[in-house]
């Protein structure tokens, strides 16, 4: 007989697996298209399994959202946590949110758009929200390490207020980025004016405002 041990990573590889494929069929068809029985059926368990892990769809869609957000920790983690001054880390956090994007936008900025989207028109808060709303704190935790640390090595400006701007930063720039990646195939007025340009325009704007 399987030690709880055991059972318990089964189980835990089973709902990573679940959230995997539901994250793919939102994406191919959308979060309103996909029906339970479509991620039951794509993962090969009957209905009745996949009520045990997620017995609302609504859970299910914010379980995907938190793995989407918990990807990227390890990531600005490292980031923060690096060798260069406070205003260098900043300059590549702003980097990072963004790579890539501008050639063809990934599967977590598509998703997170759609998720927000759906959210915010979803008629009483999202069962579980609050584990979305919980990752986005750590995230932000992580980020207060580059503002304690801009306050000593003297790299950004102590006469503002640099927690709210810190923040401000991160989500303009990011919310601009995954913007302007998923319209870019929509023609832009000037053809030489891309979203890599337009990105490194705002970064450069960014940044001369904190820098000291």
């Known amino acids: 007989m399987p030690s709880t041990g055991l059972r318990e990573r089964k189980k835990n590889t089973r709902y990573k697996s679940i959230v995997h494929k539901a994250e793919k069929l939102f994406l191919d068809k959308g979060l309103d298209h996909v029906q339970m029985q479509d991620v039951a059926d794509a993962e090969g368990i009957g209905i009745a399994t996949l009520f045990r892990y997620f017995p609302k ?34 300059e590549n956090v702003l980097d990072y949110l963004t790579k890539d994007d501008h050639v063809q936008p990934n599967n977590g900025v598509k998703f997170r758009e759609a998720f927000e989207s759906y959210a915010s028109f979803a008629k009483s808060p999202l069962q579980d929200i609050q584990d979305y709303i919980d990752t986005q704190k750590e995230i932000s935790k992580i980020f207060m390490r580059i503002i304690d640390d801009g306050r000593v090595d003297g790299s950004i400006r102590t006469d503002i207020p640099v927690k709210e701007t810190l923040i401000t930063i991160i989500n303009a720039y990011g919310t601009f980025g995954n913007n302007i990646a998923l319209k870019s195939p929509i023609s832009y007025l000037e053809d030489d004016v891309t979203p890599r340009k337009q990105q490194r325009i705002l970064k450069e704007m960014l940044l001369s405002y904190i820098r000291s």
Request: charge should be neutral.
């Open 57 to 90: 769809k609504d859970k299910l869609i914010v379980a995907v959202a938190v793995a989407n957000l918990e990807k990227n920790i390890g990531a600005f983690r490292e980031l923060a946590g690096s060798d260069h001054s406070a205003y260098e880390r900043l």
